[in-house]
């Protein structure tokens, strides 16, 4: 009201616009919030998030929190299929659409693959992009476990949103052409962000 001489009728009727298009959104108590950008992506389709929005004009870049290697854990060593306490790269990264941030992704890579990781840009590239271009593995196909939970302190403040909020989890187990684990990744993104689609058949 102060900066641009308003009425608070104007200004209460203009925040009612905004959120009748999702672009800001309220809270009782604390007063409007502008609203993440919702991204869709579709599950049919083995695409890393800045190949899924690309065409949507929506901005995606990381921030690398680990880059290192560390001995595989019982479920990433199933996972990639090497021994417990076998070398692996992990990665970490806060994903942001357009500045805003969205999930938090943890991926393990078989030792051979992941010391090269560390020559690329890993912010504003996305890593099937990559593994395909730069290292010459052609990626086939993912298994998918989708799952819901809640966010712990740590990953709240990473992605801005109160501890406890709702946050969806996807475990992604990505192969090459020949069959052998390329990435486990861990995702743990907003609700509020992010919608899936994926069409299936009836038989």
């Known amino acids: 009201m102060e900066e641009y001489h308003a009425s608070r009728v104007t200004v209460r009727h203009a925040l009612q616009q905004l959120q009748e298009e999702k672009l800001v ?7 409007h919030f502008v609203s993440c950008p919702t991204a869709v992506q579709n599950l049919g389709q ?24 560390a001995p595989a854990s019982p479920e990433v060593a199933e996972a ?15 994903r942001f659409i357009n500045a805003q941030p969205a999930s938090f992704n943890t991926s393990y890579f078989p030792v051979d693959i992941g010391r090269y990781l560390s020559e690329y840009d890993l912010e504003r590239q996305d890593l099937f992009v990559l593994i395909e271009d730069r290292l010459g593995i052609e990626l086939s196909t993912a298994d998918l476990v989708m799952k819901i939970g809640k966010s ?8 801005g949103i109160e501890k406890g909020e709702t946050v969806f989890e996807i475990e992604r187990l990505t192969f090459d052409t020949k069959g052998s684990p390329v990435d486990f990744g861990i995702l743990k993104g907003r609700s509020d962000t992010f919608q899936f689609h994926v069409r299936v058949p009836r038989w």
């Open 152 to 159: 712990d302190k740590s990953l709240a403040v990473r992605l």
């Open 46 to 69: 083995l695409l890393g998030l800045g190949e899924s929005l690309s065409q949507t004009g929506m901005v995606v870049t990381s921030k690398v929190l680990a880059l290192e290697e």
């Open 80 to 94: 990639l299929n090497i021994e417990m306490n076998d070398r692996v790269t992990c990665l970490q990264r806060l």
């Open 25 to 31: 959104h309220s809270q009782k108590g604390k007063g």
